[in-house]
């Protein structure tokens, strides 16, 4: 079993930046690979990042490449996603989630490959 909560959301103007954060407990975290995902109003949920357990790797979707950054913190069980020159298009529930195979380099954006999800953090941004 593993809990994932996501924090650092909230109301920022286009062009800002925030600085989302997952904390998980429950398995070793160091093992797996972890993603974000989001969701917004009357759209499906899309792909955002990626990492690897040893943050060897990461994956981003085209819409956020340049301006994302995903990171982690094994020592802290937290992964972070940095989100600059933000975009109103960006306005969406915002997802952790955790792919519990472990050590592997496949990395995916894929959802249905995930194995556990935060509860998601609101970010809103406006024009």
């Known amino acids: 079993q593993v809990q994932l909560v996501e924090s650092g959301g909230g109301l920022v103007q286009a062009g800002g930046s925030l600085r989302l954060s997952c904390a998980a407990s429950?398995?070793?975290?160091?093992?797996?690979?972890m993603g974000w995902f989001r969701q917004a109003p009357g759209k499906e949920r899309e792909f955002v990042a990626a990492i690897i357990w040893s943050s060897a790797i990461t994956y981003y979707a085209n819409s956020v490449k340049g301006r994302f950054t995903i990171s982690r913190d094994n020592a802290k069980n937290t992964v972070y996603l940095q989100m600059n020159s933000l975009k109103p298009e960006d306005t969406a529930i915002y997802y952790c989630?955790?792919?519990?195979?472990?050590?592997?380099?496949?990395?995916?954006?894929?959802?249905?490959?995930?194995?556990?999800w935060g509860q998601g953090t609101q970010v809103t941004v406006s024009s």
């Open positions: 429950g398995r070793t975290f160091s093992r797996y690979a």
């Open positions: 989630a955790a792919d519990l195979r472990p050590r592997s380099y496949v990395i995916t954006g894929d959802g249905d490959e995930y194995d556990y």
